[in-house]
C-alpha cells in the first residue's frame, strides 16, 4: 500500500536569509518537520517508538538538490514518502513546490531505527511500523555520495558550543543544528553572490550539551566545500555543499539599500 504526507507552507519571515529567499538550514527543517510529521502520520514516529519499542528513529544521512528556493511569501507544498525500504533502512523523501508544482527542492533523508537499550540497530519488522507500506518511485535517483576527504587542522574554521537548547527530544544535538554550524562558516559575501544548489550530511556520532565541537571546511572543488565536524577526536558529521553564482538579477528582494 502506498503511504505519503502532503503539508502546505507559506515561506515565512523568520525562515528566509539575507536574499530574501527560503534558506538551507530552514529548508532542512522542512525535510525534518514533515519526516517527523509524515511517521506520525503512520503511526510510527518516535513517541510511539520510545513507548512501544524503546527505540527511536535516527537520520543517517541527508541529500538535497536545490532547484530554486522560494522568496519570502510564496506559497509551497511539501510531500514526504518512502522511495526505498530494506530490513534495516529506509529512504524516504521529501518534495517541496510552488503552487504552480514547479519542484524547489528534492531532499533524500536516510533513517534506521535504534533499540536504547542495545544501542544496536532495530530491524524494521520489528519495531511498530505498517508492514504494508511500499516504496514509491523515487525523484531523487543520485545515489548517497562517499564523503572520505582528508582534512587537516589548516582546515579548521570554527568552535562551537553544544547548549541544552540545541539538542531535541532524543537528547542529542538537533541535526540542524549542524547544518547551521556549517553555514556560520561562511561570510556575507557568500550569501549575496552565491547560490546553494545542492547539499549532502551524514552523521557519524552523536554530540549532546557540554560538548564542544569543531568544524572543518576546505573548497575541494569549482562550486564546492567540503565539511568535517569533530567532537574531541571523533568525527560525528560529515557533509559537502554544492554551489553556482547568482543570475544577473537574483540579487535577492529589495528590501534595504546599504
Same mark, same amino acid.
Given at each position: 500500500?502506498?503511504?505519503?504526507?502532503?503539508?502546505?507552507?507559506?515561506?515565512?519571515?523568520?525562515?528566509?536569509?539575507?536574499?530574501?529567499?527560503?534558506?538551507?538550514?530552514?529548508? %532542512?527543517?522542512?525535510?525534518?518537520?514533515?519526516?517527523?510529521?509524515?511517521?506520525?502520520?503512520?503511526?510510527?514516529?518516535?513517541?510511539?517508538?520510545?513507548?512501544?519499542?524503546?527505540?527511536?528513529? &535516527?537520520?543517517?544521512?541527508?541529500?538535497?538538490?536545490?532547484?530554486?528556493?522560494?522568496?519570502?511569501?510564496?506559497? @509551497?507544498?511539501?510531500?514526504?514518502?518512502?522511495?526505498?525500504?530494506?530490513?534495516?533502512?529506509?529512504?524516504?523523501? @521529501?518534495?517541496?513546490?510552488?503552487?504552480?508544482?514547479?519542484?524547489?527542492?528534492?531532499?533524500?533523508?536516510?533513517?534506521?531505527?535504534?533499540?536504547?537499550?542495545?544501542?544496536?540497530?532495530?530491524?524494521?519488522?520489528?519495531?511498530?511500523?505498517?508492514?504494508?507500506?511500499?516504496?514509491?518511485?523515487?525523484?531523487?535517483?543520485?545515489?548517497?555520495?562517499?564523503?572520505?576527504?582528508?582534512? @587537516?587542522?589548516?582546515?579548521?574554521? %570554527?568552535?562551537?558550543?553544544?547548549?541544552?537548547?540545541?539538542?531535541?527530544?532524543?537528547?542529542?544535538?538537533?541535526?540542524?543544528?549542524?547544518?547551521?554550524?556549517?553555514?556560520?562558516?561562511?561570510?556575507?559575501?557568500?550569501?549575496? @553572490?552565491?547560490?546553494?544548489?545542492?547539499?549532502?550530511?551524514?552523521?557519524?556520532?552523536?554530540?549532546?550539551?557540554?560538548?564542544?565541537?569543531?568544524?572543518?571546511?576546505?573548497?575541494?572543488?569549482?562550486?564546492?566545500?567540503?565539511? %568535517?565536524?569533530?567532537?574531541?577526536?571523533?568525527?560525528? &558529521?560529515?557533509?559537502?555543499?554544492?554551489?553556482?553564482?547568482?543570475?544577473?538579477?537574483?540579487?535577492?528582494?529589495?528590501?534595504?539599500?546599504?
Amino acid at each position: 500500500m502506498n503511504y505519503s504526507y502532503t503539508k502546505r507552507f507559506d515561506t515565512s519571515y523568520t525562515s528566509i536569509d539575507r536574499s530574501g529567499r527560503l534558506g538551507l538550514v530552514e529548508s %532542512l527543517d522542512i525535510n525534518q518537520d514533515m519526516i517527523t510529521e509524515f511517521f506520525g502520520a503512520i503511526g510510527s514516529d518516535n513517541l510511539v517508538l520510545r513507548t512501544k519499542n524503546n527505540a527511536a528513529w &535516527v537520520y543517517t544521512r541527508t541529500k538535497m538538490k536545490i532547484d530554486g528556493l522560494p522568496f519570502w511569501n510564496t506559497k @509551497t507544498i511539501a510531500k514526504s514518502y518512502v522511495c526505498s525500504k530494506s530490513p534495516i533502512r529506509l529512504d524516504i523523501e @521529501t518534495v517541496l513546490t510552488d503552487e504552480a508544482e514547479n519542484v524547489l527542492f528534492t531532499a533524500k533523508t536516510q533513517m534506521c531505527a535504534i533499540d536504547f537499550v542495545k544501542r544496536s540497530l532495530c530491524k524494521i519488522s520489528d519495531i511498530t511500523f505498517p508492514s504494508d507500506l511500499d516504496a514509491e518511485q523515487p525523484v531523487l535517483a543520485e545515489p548517497f555520495s562517499k564523503l572520505n576527504g582528508i582534512f @587537516t587542522e589548516d582546515d579548521f574554521v %570554527l568552535e562551537e558550543k553544544i547548549y541544552a537548547s540545541d539538542t531535541d527530544f532524543t537528547r542529542h544535538t538537533n541535526n540542524a543544528r549542524y547544518v547551521k554550524y556549517l553555514m556560520n562558516t561562511f561570510d556575507a559575501d557568500f550569501y549575496d @553572490t552565491k547560490t546553494v544548489a545542492g547539499f549532502e550530511i551524514q552523521f557519524a556520532k552523536e554530540s549532546t550539551a557540554g560538548d564542544v565541537v569543531r568544524i572543518y571546511k576546505k573548497q575541494t572543488a569549482a562550486g564546492r566545500f567540503d565539511f %568535517l565536524i569533530k567532537n574531541g577526536e571523533e568525527v560525528i &558529521v560529515k557533509a559537502e555543499l554544492s554551489y553556482s553564482d547568482k543570475a544577473p538579477g537574483d540579487a535577492g528582494l529589495p528590501l534595504y539599500k546599504s
